[in-house]
């Protein structure tokens, strides 16, 4: 019976991750840093019949996170790890980045899945056998002029996960990386501005779920949008900003 771990879970694609997953003899580990909003899940998942254990600690921890994951392992083999915790970018008025922005996004998005997927891959290595999710964005491909360490991350992401896959075929483990478009969360609600195609976090989870089962090397949707992004890559300067300039936005707060 499957053991999956997910970070990020408390709401919006880590919690709709959970809830698809929970079903008789699944084995669900949760993380993320709000305990309540992160039990309610986890009550909705055993609802559905999971086995469900959660812990609440932040993915920037790097110590507390490997001790998590060699644990949890020790106590029921992972067979699927998606490291999904993150924190949107964009300054509040538009603006540039402050460095603290810059490097909070980077340490939480980039080093934060690091810290989860890195001890996930040498746990699965040694067994010859798992799965591991990163979740990226379509930013990866079209990055966001107004969230530009955020769409940073992303790439970053794409880049490693997609590395380590061609290292890890040979020992029995998956990799694969998400890019998912706008999804409607607590997170994107903060967003002021176009949001084209977005879809429900309940829509994305039966979608991302879809692609880890078959093992898609990129796992990208929604399929107008993701080849759009793609494509933008290897536009001219000149027309990659000028189709980016409908993706400006604003945050609603500060962070």
Known sequence: MPVILITGASSGIGAALARHYAAPGTTLLLNARGADRL????????AKGAQVACQCLDVRDREAVAAWLRASDA????????????????HPTGGIETEAMAFETV?????????????????????????IALISSLAAFA???????????????LAHGLALRAKLKRHGVRMNVVTPGYVKTAMGSGYEGWRPMEMSADDAAIRIARGLERDEDIVAFPKTLAAAARGAALLPERLRRLGMSGFTFKMRSAR
């Open 143 to 157: 990055p966001l002029p107004d969230a530009p360490a955020y769409s940073g991350t992303k790439a970053a992401l």
């Open 39 to 46: 039990e309610s899940v986890a009550e909705s998942c055993r």
């Open 75 to 90: 106590a029921h083999p992972l067979d699927l790890v998606i490291a999904n915790a993150g924190i949107n970018g964009g």
């Open 107 to 131: 340490e939480v998005n980039l080093m934060g899945a690091l810290n989860v997927a890195l001890p996930a891959v040498t746990l699965m290595v040694a067994r010859g056998r798992g799965q």
